[in-house]
């Protein structure tokens, strides 16, 4: 039998994953917040659903790609959520990045209704989204992985089962704060380049060869090469605010997740202040 597919928030990450199990010839039944996304995809084939409770009583496993912990729950719950209409034996995938114990919490609600849960949080961008290229870290029973599987392999490159129901999410926090944190050393690194009068090129060389420099930060890199009057206009510091947003976000869950654990990540709680600079954001003062 072919595999019914739902899947919830067709944002920057979302559309292209939904895009792909649409293309894979998968019966996939869509849901947004914002209509305009829905209609593309309705137009590529995909079907639409009218809440969360339609969209779970049509398919077989469903991606939850949403903002954050509130808006997750807000789709899980309710006489209209998810768990109202899910059937028996269908499984809900979790990509969105949100504390692991709201990943439990979800888990164990959906558990009493005999609905499977697994944390599919997702790594490298709307680009690898549109390519098929991301990794998927999968916390939950494999069963319940392998019953998602054919979806998540429309849009995969790697599948790691990373452990138990919320280690995916653990995963995806720790891998963030990786990224940004690098984003942050490459930022300044070559802020001091410049102000020093040295050769940026020189500097990619070298830190390229040693393998400081890596691809993803190159690429973030050549936003703050772009000319002023491109960082500066409305439409690019519209995407940059955006941008930053998100990352100040993720670290703002990151640090929650790291106090229930004990941590103290001082690194964390710097650069989560300092996102929107890195990410070349201009203030009310245009600084």
């Given at each position: ?18 895009r792909r199990l649409v293309a894979a010839g ?187 420099l890596t691809d993803p930060m190159l690429a ?55 996102m929107a600079s890195v990410y070349a954001v ?6």
């Amino acid at each position: 039998m072919t595999l019914r597919v739902g899947f919830i928030g067709l944002g920057n990450i979302g559309k292209p994953m939904a895009r792909r199990l649409v293309a894979a010839g998968l019966e996939t039944i869509v849901l947004d917040a914002v209509q305009a996304p829905v209609d593309e995809l309705v137009r590529e084939g995909a079907k639409p659903a009218r809440s969360p409770r339609d969209l779970a009583e049509r398919v077989d496993v469903i991606g939850v790609c949403v903002r954050d912990d509130a808006d997750v729950r807000a789709v899980i719950g309710g006489d209209d959520g998810l768990l109202a209409g899910a059937a028996r034996g269908s499984v809900i995938a979790l990509h969105s990045t949100i504390l692991p114990s709201t990943v439990r919490e979800v888990g164990a609600a959906a558990a009493e209704r005999g609905i499977g849960v697994l944390d599919a949080c997702v790594t490298g961008g709307a680009a690898a989204a549109a390519a098929g290229k991301l990794t998927y870290m999968v916390g939950g029973d494999l069963a319940h992985l392998e019953r998602c599987r054919p979806a998540f392999e429309t849009s995969a490159a790697k599948i790691v089962h990373t452990g138990p129901l919320g280690s995916g999410a653990a995963t995806k926090l720790c891998n963030n704060l990786m990224t940004y944190l690098a984003w942050l050393s490459a930022f300044e690194s070559f802020k001091l380049a410049r102000a020093a009068g040295l050769s940026q090129e020189k500097l990619e060389e070298v830190t390229r060869s040693n393998g400081n420099l890596t691809d993803p930060m190159l690429a973030f890199l050549a936003l703050h090469k772009a000319p002023a009057e491109t960082r500066k206009s409305s439409g690019v510091q519209a995407t940059l605010r955006s941008f930053a947003t998100l990352a100040e976000k993720d670290l703002a869950v990151t640090l929650a997740f790291a106090r229930e654990c004990g941590v103290a990540l001082p690194g964390t709680g710097l650069v989560s202040q300092l996102m929107a600079s890195v990410y070349a954001v201009e203030d009310a003062a245009g600084g």
